[in-house]
């Protein structure tokens, strides 16, 4: 038998402890309330405006204890150029990945994509994600691994300096 062809994500599921809190939150993130179902403890939230991609926030119970989450939502690159100021300017604390301050965008160059990251109300690690344009960074052009992830000025000045590209005085 052939593999099953995959051609999206449709839902994940975020476990939160505190239900109308979570929502208020994530609904500040852009997403969309699309159904509350309280006798299971739930609230689907949609991600995109075609409402084809959802997060349902769920609340632990006994068969389904707390744990925490990883969620990448695509965003506009300008977005995740921003991300910082608006996390900050709406009482969200961005955090410290790979060991990189949050000063700016993260660039995963094997995608290559930039992203910020933050967490939710109850430690779920949340990132901005934004593609970026053209091939990875060769290994061998990219500093030592342990300079790794660049932040995304930095990536971006190298693929500049590889692609020729001269910037203006």
């Not at 949609?46 to 925490?68: E, G, K, Y």
């Not at 608006?86 to 094997?110: C, M, R, S, T, Y």
């Not at 930039?114 to 109850?122: G, P, Q, V």
Request: proline share 9%.
């Amino acid at each position: 038998m052939s593999a099953m062809v995959v051609e999206s994500l449709v839902k994940t599921y975020v476990c939160v402890r505190d239900m109308e809190r979570s929502v208020e939150f994530y609904v500040r993130l852009g997403l969309e309330i699309a159904y509350r179902n309280p006798e299971r403890s739930r609230t689907f939230l949609w991600v995109n405006a075609a409402h084809r991609q959802q997060i349902t926030l769920w609340l632990p119970s006994a068969a389904r204890p707390f744990c925490q989450q990883h969620v990448a939502f695509g965003v506009e690159l300008n977005r995740v150029r921003a991300a910082k100021a608006w996390l900050e300017q709406n009482g969200i604390a961005p955090f410290a990945d790979f060991g990189k301050a949050p000063i700016e965008p993260i660039v995963h160059n094997w995608i290559p994509a930039a992203s910020f990251s933050f967490n939710d109300l109850d430690g779920n690690h949340l990132e901005f994600f934004a593609p970026l344009e053209g091939e990875p960074i060769p290994d061998d052009r990219l500093p030592p691994k342990e300079q790794q992830p660049l932040y995304l000025s930095d990536w971006e000045e190298l693929r500049r300096d590889l692609d020729g590209v001269v910037r203006p005085p």
